[in-house]
């Protein structure tokens, strides 16, 4: 069951905020965050397993809200390189079944 | 060594032929997943190997052959591919199976089937 996620593209100034949602009609286990630059590999983020905790990365950070079936990322004074297509992954509910399945992605602009 | 590493890194291979595709890792991960990945769309599950076998397919086409001949290298042999079989295929690996712990990707192989 592929997520959902939203916005699908964001365009922001430097310094600007944003935040990105990922929302499933199913439970989760857990939810991975991915940032995809052009031509690139998807580099990992963080992940949030079931127990709603909240990660922090330097200025991005994310909230998984067990109840609601969702996920945000937050991303504070974005920076020219936060600009990258942003993925969620999800896996059923069961966990433990190595089948991640990524969102259609939220392209982030930051322009200077 | 914190990487995964595919090659080649650009492939064009008409539909008769066979190729194959290579991923290697040394981070001692005991999962790695071969992922397809159209323009502009998400990575999209194929194959996923823990503990060097195979314990996940998505129904791919048999025209998609993986293969782990041991914990750091992953195969995907290609055989009579079709023309929407041009894409980006991802390597990736992760310390265990399960969804506990995060992937790491390779840059992947651009595949042109011609």
């Known amino acids: 069951q592929q997520p959902v996620q939203s916005p699908q593209a964001v365009i922001l100034r430097e310094g600007e905020d944003a935040v990105i949602n990922c929302s499933s009609s199913?439970?989760?286990?857990?939810v991975h965050w991915y940032r995809q630059k052009h031509g690139e590999a998807p580099v990992f983020l963080m992940i949030?397993?079931?127990?709603?905790e909240q990660k922090g990365h330097d200025k991005i950070s994310a909230s998984f809200n067990e109840k609601k079936q969702q996920s945000s990322l937050y991303l504070t004074a974005s920076q020219l390189s936060y600009s990258g297509t942003y993925f969620c992954?999800?896996?059923?509910?069961?966990?433990?079944?190595?089948?991640?399945?990524f969102g259609k992605g939220t392209k982030l602009t930051v322009n200077p | 060594d914190t990487e995964v590493t595919q090659t080649p890194k650009h492939l064009v291979m008409g539909m008769t032929n066979k190729k194959s595709l290579k991923c290697e890792q040394h981070?001692?991960?005991?999962?790695m997943y071969w992922y397809k990945q159209k323009a502009k769309k998400p990575p999209e599950l194929m194959f996923v190997?823990?503990?060097?076998?195979?314990?996940i397919n998505e129904s791919v086409p048999s025209r998609f052959s993986p293969e782990c001949p041991n914990s750091s290298l992953l195969n995907l042999h290609l055989h009579a591919l079709q023309p929407e079989d041009s894409a980006l295929y991802l390597c990736?690996?992760?310390?265990?199976?399960?969804?506990?712990?995060?992937?790491?990707f390779g840059s992947g192989t651009r595949l042109t089937v011609v």
């Open positions: 949030l397993l079931k127990g709603g």
């Open positions: 990736a690996s992760s310390q265990s199976d399960g969804t506990n712990y995060g992937y790491t």
């Open positions: 199913k439970a989760l286990y857990s």
């Open positions: 981070m001692g991960h005991r999962a």
């Open positions: 992954g999800t896996d059923p509910p069961q966990g433990g079944s190595e089948k991640l399945v």
């Open positions: 190997y823990s503990y060097e076998k195979l314990s």
